[in-house]
């Protein structure tokens, strides 16, 4: 079964810290995976898509590694604000004849001053 | 380039009435893709369109529905609502369809109110 999980649920760090999101799945055939940011009551914002030959691509103080062989994901976050303050979602891309989108339950991340 | 748009952004509905939402891609993007939230729960797709053509569907009983039009604006329908139905529904559209590796932009949502 098609499955995406992540890690941890939730998470509290100060402001300036870092910070790693984990994400685990059992999707296949792969076809590409994303990370989303969503703030409460908003849509979610994507931040990265990976397909199978991208290892780790960044998008500002965002960085997402992907680990094809083992099936995971991790997103970084580098020198935490307050604005990062929501909760992260990847969702992963079955290479299906519907190319069907499995989203995970997200991370809520808190960053406190 | 304007985003997606989503009409009406906050709606109140009694059990047993059904609601019509709408959803305007950005301009050019041919698929929208429906999702639902509920508090607290991740997204749960509902389903998508590409082309005037649902080419994925999630685990929704028939009461939810949907349709794309020739402009690709899409509309989504919920008959005989119930008091779970109440949530955030989301629309995103994309270039292309489904999970290849098109961004998705999503909409500010409506928020549904079933009282």
């Known amino acids: 079964k098609n499955q995406v999980e992540q890690s941890p649920q939730s998470l509290i760090i100060l402001e300036g810290k870092n910070c790693t999101l984990q994400c685990n799945y059992t999707v296949s055939p792969f076809s590409n995976l994303r990370w989303y940011k969503q703030d409460t009551g908003r849509g979610p914002v994507s931040l990265t898509i990976m397909t199978f030959s991208e290892n780790t691509k960044s998008n500002g103080r965002y960085t997402a590694t992907l680990d094809a062989d083992t099936k995971q994901s991790s997103l970084h976050i580098t020198a935490s604000q307050l604005s990062d303050s929501a909760s992260y979602i990847c969702v992963v891309s079955a290479m299906d004849s519907n190319y069907q989108l499995i989203w995970g339950a997200g991370t809520k991340l808190i960053i406190k001053p | 380039k304007a985003g997606v748009t989503q009409t009406p952004r906050y709606l109140i509905k009694t059990r047993g009435q059904q609601v019509t939402l709408s959803c305007s891609p950005i301009s050019g993007h041919r698929s929208v893709s429906w999702y639902q939230q509920t508090p607290g729960q991740g997204l749960q797709f509902l389903f998508e369109?590409?082309?005037?053509?649902?080419?994925n569907k999630g685990n929704f009983p028939g009461r939810f529905s949907g349709r794309q039009f020739s402009n690709s604006r899409s509309e989504m329908n919920v008959s005989t609502l119930e008091l779970g139905d109440s949530a955030l529904y989301l629309c995103a559209s994309s270039l292309g369809w489904g999970g290849m590796a098109y961004e998705q932009y999503f909409g500010p949502g409506t928020r549904l109110t079933v009282t």
């Open positions: 369109y590409f082309s005037e053509t649902q080419r």
